[in-house]
């Protein structure tokens, strides 16, 4: 039985005590926050449950072994440092840390101590994601042609990130999970509508070596709440919808051919031909997400093994993101990545 304890009971913080008290192997000993009235709703929902308003009496406590950080991002690096340095494991709120150095200092404390460190890629275990990267992995969907991804709501608003640290993050742990290829180069353009705070709109392209481009919009000012994503290769089409409540996956039988003439010296003798096949929507598991994810974190934790979204996956999100918010302050120059995806 592995003991849990989760720092932060805001707006998520709720999920992942809820998802690890009921996951087999785990049992969740302690609850830390600086309000009092969630403190409340933890011992009111959890009589059993321990409540603390100190992130470092939760830490030291004997009995809890792993340690769930889900609080402001700027918190993250100090707390998943503190807990790793007193022999916890530690599962983190995304994104992993506030830069790729912070990253780095954590993936060294976990290998001093010997512990692991997880990064919470949530999409990464919802059963749609798994699907996609499924399709991907077979040679059904064929080359990767193209990522198009919309992510927009009105709100939150965060005081400490910008949109594309809040939302983008959920489309580029998807991409980093699904595509085999890592990105070159990364531009972003984006604006801040409100006065003092960052960027609430923003514009991401991702490019790499070959035919893959990929795109993301993500916007806090949008009257409607969209989660679309189209993934395009040379085979078939894939429309992931997350709001759909039956059919988030839709893989499309569509895509070009070209047809060369025998006078390749003309250009308009290369013809495009369309393929328009039938669309069918894969059977998906229903569990949620999260607790997919803690049972999986669990698991790792008892048999040694390594996380899929681990730490190196989490440095890779962020060096993306570190290098998008160089471009936009240079107003959408690219800014090139080493291979592996980072800068």
């Not at 990105?183 to 070959?210: I, K, M, Q, Y």
Request: hydrophobic share 45%; charged share 25%.
């Amino acid at each position: 039985m592995i003991g849990v304890g989760v720092i932060g009971y805001g707006y998520w913080g709720p999920n992942l005590v809820r998802n690890f008290y009921e996951t087999p192997g785990a049992q969740v000993i302690a609850v830390s926050d600086l309000r009092p009235d969630r403190l409340k709703l933890v011992k009111d929902r959890y009589p059993t449950v321990n409540v603390t308003n100190s992130h470092q009496a939760l830490i030291e406590d004997p009995k809890v072994e792993a340690v769930v950080i889900a609080t402001p991002v700027a918190t993250h690096f100090e707390l998943a440092l503190a807990a790793l340095q007193a022999g916890k494991h530690v599962l983190v709120e995304k994104p992993l840390a506030s830069s790729a150095q912070q990253v780095l200092r954590l993936i060294d404390a976990a290998e001093k101590a010997r512990r692991t460190i997880m990064v919470e890629h949530t999409f990464v275990y919802t059963s749609a994601v798994r699907k996609i990267r499924e399709l991907v992995d077979d040679g059904t969907v064929g080359d990767l042609y193209y990522f198009d991804s919309t992510r927009v709501n009105l709100g939150l608003f965060q005081y400490d990130v910008n949109v594309l640290w809040d939302l983008a993050v959920h489309d580029l742990s998807i991409l980093e999970y699904v595509a085999s290829q890592k990105p070159v180069a990364v531009s972003a353009t984006g604006l801040a509508h409100v006065p003092g705070r960052s960027e609430n709109v923003a514009f991401l392209t991702l490019f790499f070596d070959g035919p893959l481009i990929a795109h993301v919009h993500v916007n806090w000012l949008s009257p409607l709440k969209v989660r679309r994503t189209l993934v395009g290769g040379s085979k078939k089409m894939i429309v992931y919808d997350d709001m759909e409540q039956s059919e988030k996956i839709k893989v499309y039988d569509k895509g070009i051919t070209l047809k060369e003439s025998a006078n390749r010296e003309n250009v308009y003798d290369v013809m495009v031909g369309y393929r328009m096949g039938d669309m069918w929507a894969p059977n998906l598991d229903v569990t949620e997400a999260l607790k997919v994810e803690a049972a999986h974190f669990v698991k790792c934790l008892a048999n040694g093994e390594k996380p899929i979204t681990d730490a190196e996956a989490g440095l890779r999100v962020v060096e993306i993101l570190e290098a998008a918010s160089e471009s936009l302050r240079r107003r959408g120059e690219p800014i090139a990545l080493r291979p592996n995806g980072g800068r």
